[in-house]
């Protein structure tokens, strides 16, 4: 276990080569074996370089309304009633986890694809012992139908001329010719890595806000004098507006620092390794520690305080790692960041929030760290939405 900076830069930047990616067998078989995270070399070059490509400014651009719409529907079912979060911002992150890996308007049975996901789910982290009734078994089980469900939709966009919008769009588009199986995989990898942990950060922020009510008022005030400019204007929530959102930022990169809800990562040594005065052996697990690092008083002052100013000055090269670090970050970072500010926006313009029931300040793990309960709150009007 490494808790360092350089030790982290080492390990997944510069000798990067020397530290292979590594997955219990269980995840490769749930995901699929040529999904992303399991690869690295040319093939994972490639497919990052494609992943990307849906996740640039351009492509991003063209979500925003689409996600802002997604917001929009979810909001209203929350009025005057008690929910738990983490449950609802799950369904809101599966939702733009779809939107992601097959576009706008996908003619997909999308409400299928995530019945079967949820049981891809349920036996992702569980014992993988493959007898019947077994969570692994049922999700076995729904990992093979959701792949025919994908192999008949690629095949069906193979016949077309057009390839249609998403991740699913990009890797038929692409002139590296993936097979099926390649395809598959990373859609229902795209699908894994878009939505507990965005999900998580969501839960955080709603806790961090509700705790800290000047910062909530100076974040509402933000968001409020980008909503009376759109309302003037008479149009929607677009990219530019993102773009106007500091203090939100701030505020985001703070619970990503703070909850750290990536807290570590697993490596993989693929040979004997003198580091730093140790000999790691081939075959041994390096797993540098983001949160150790994100929580060193060296880097951080007084880092049990939650405190977004400290972003005001960008921080030390390789003591900020949220989504990671060098060829296997997480490509879709930028995509969370966006949803996270789209959320914020309507949801401090146009409601409020409290916390529901006694001593919930604990942490759980469910297997990201979130608030106890799934933090549940009582989620009222304050004024109409424009």
Not at 20 to 34: A, C, D, H, R, V
Not at 124 to 141: C, E, L, V
Not at 145 to 167: F, W
Not at 337 to 349: F, R
Request: with cysteine; glycine share 6%; proline share 6%.
């Amino acid at each position: 276990m490494i808790s360092s900076p350089d030790a982290a830069r080492i390990v997944l930047v510069s000798r990067a080569h020397l530290f292979k990616t590594t997955y219990p067998p269980s995840k490769q078989k749930i995901i699929g074996p040529e999904a992303i995270f399991f690869h690295q070399g040319e093939y994972h070059s490639r497919l990052k370089k494609l992943v990307q490509s849906i996740f640039l400014p351009s492509s991003m651009k063209l979500l925003v309304t689409d996600i802002d719409q997604l917001v929009a529907k979810f909001l209203p079912s929350w009025e005057n009633t008690t929910i738990n979060t983490l449950n609802e911002m799950k369904r809101f992150t599966l939702d733009v986890a779809m939107l992601s890996a097959f576009g706008e308007g996908s003619d997909l049975d999308t409400e299928s694809i995530k019945h079967l996901y949820h049981c891809l789910d349920k036996g992702y982290n569980s014992m993988p012992i493959n007898f019947p009734g077994t969570p692994f078994r049922k999700a076995m089980k729904a990992r093979k139908v959701i792949d025919e469900t994908l192999r008949r939709a690629i095949q069906k966009r193979r016949k077309s001329t057009q390839q249609g919008g998403g991740l699913l769009g990009v890797l038929l588009s692409s002139k590296d010719q993936l097979t099926d199986s390649q395809i598959a995989d990373n859609i229902i990898g795209l699908i894994f890595a878009a939505r507990d942990t965005t999900a998580s950060v969501m839960t955080w922020i709603l806790k961090y806000l509700h705790d800290h009510e000047e910062l909530l008022h100076a974040v509402t005030t933000e968001q409020e004098s980008i909503r009376g400019r759109i309302s003037e204007e008479k149009r929607k929530l677009k990219w530019e507006d993102t773009r106007r959102m500091p203090l939100t930022s701030r505020v985001i990169q703070e619970t990503l620092r703070t909850a750290s809800v990536l807290s570590f990562t697993f490596r993989e040594a693929v040979e004997d390794i003198e580091f730093e005065g140790y000999l790691i052996p081939k075959g041994w697990k390096v797993l540098p520690l983001f949160r150790t690092i994100h929580h060193s008083p060296d880097f951080f002052p007084q880092p049990d305080k939650f405190n977004p100013s400290r972003f005001e000055v960008p921080p030390s090269p390789n003591t900020y790692m949220p989504f990671g670090n060098g060829s296997h970050s997480c490509p879709g970072s930028e995509l969370a960041k966006l949803e996270i500010l789209i959320l914020v926006h309507n949801l401090t313009t146009t409601y409020r929030w409290e916390i529901v029931g006694e001593e919930l300040d604990g942490i759980q793990y469910s297997p990201f760290p979130v608030p106890k309960q799934g933090l549940p709150i009582r989620v009222t009007s304050i004024k109409k939405t424009v």
